[in-house]
């Protein structure tokens, strides 16, 4: 799905101060770049002095000219840009959860009961509607804890989701890895609020699954599942 996408080498330096920039060495150059993430990658792995992929941003109004896309780890590729999360997750959907005669629309960041959904999935023929919530990860070791950090964000969705399900809507929770490295997602129960919540969604219906993207030197990308453990 992106390998029509051009991108160029760069070696990373630091984050900024500002959460959404960071410097990159490109041809001998430091360029501020832009970091598609509302957490700092520092949360999640070290980049510093690493090659990294970047893409040309579109736009005269862009503050940069390039954002990060990827970085080389083991000699695998880690998908940085966390933005691209929903894309990957309908592209999945497409893929591997419909048969090719089913009928069915995909939908993003539509409004349910007040909530704001990453996707939603009518299927007319069985007159239902399936919400989806998706949560980018980013690591370089086998498991990972999710949360990592504390989100109010996150908290407020557990509790607008238990809401949904209580009212018999359909809802899955989706774990998206885009490291290749990623094969668990285990549910961190140091965020005891985070933990009770998503335990209280799952007593009433909620759904967990778990994907990982594989990003190969083409830029083409396939898919494995993952497993979600709760401690």
Do not use: W
């Not at 002095?49 to 579109?58: G, H, Q």
């Not at 590729?77 to 497409?94: H, M, Q």
């Not at 804890?145 to 018999?168: G, M, T, Y």
């Amino acid at each position: 799905m992106f390998n029509g996408t051009e991108t160029i080498e760069g070696t990373f330096i630091k984050e900024s101060k500002n959460r959404f920039l960071c410097e990159v060495l490109i041809d001998n150059q430091l360029v501020e770049c832009y970091v598609p993430s509302s957490s700092r990658i520092e949360n999640y792995l070290k980049l510093s002095n690493k090659k990294v992929l970047l893409t040309k941003n579109i736009g005269s109004k862009s503050r940069t000219k390039y954002s990060l896309f990827a970085v080389m780890y083991y000699n695998k590729y880690v998908i940085l840009n966390l933005n691209k999360v929903n894309e990957l997750l309908t592209y999945y959907i497409e893929q591997n959860e419909f048969v090719e005669a089913q009928i069915y629309t995909i939908e993003k960041e539509k409004t349910v009961n007040g909530y704001k959904t990453d996707l939603i999935i009518y299927e007319p023929l069985k007159s239902e509607e399936k919400i989806i919530e998706a949560k980018g990860i980013i690591g370089i070791t086998r498991e990972v804890l999710f949360p990592k950090v504390h989100s109010e964000r996150a908290l407020k969705q557990l509790e607008q989701i238990s809401i949904l399900l209580r009212n018999n809507y359909i809802v899955e929770y989706y774990f998206v890895s885009l490291s290749p490295i990623v094969k668990k997602v285990i549910i961190n129960s140091s965020h005891s609020k985070y933990y009770k919540l998503l335990n209280e969604c799952i007593e009433n219906g909620l759904r967990l699954k778990g994907i990982g993207a594989i990003l190969n030197k083409e830029k083409e990308v396939s898919f494995v599942k993952i497993k979600v453990e709760i401690m």
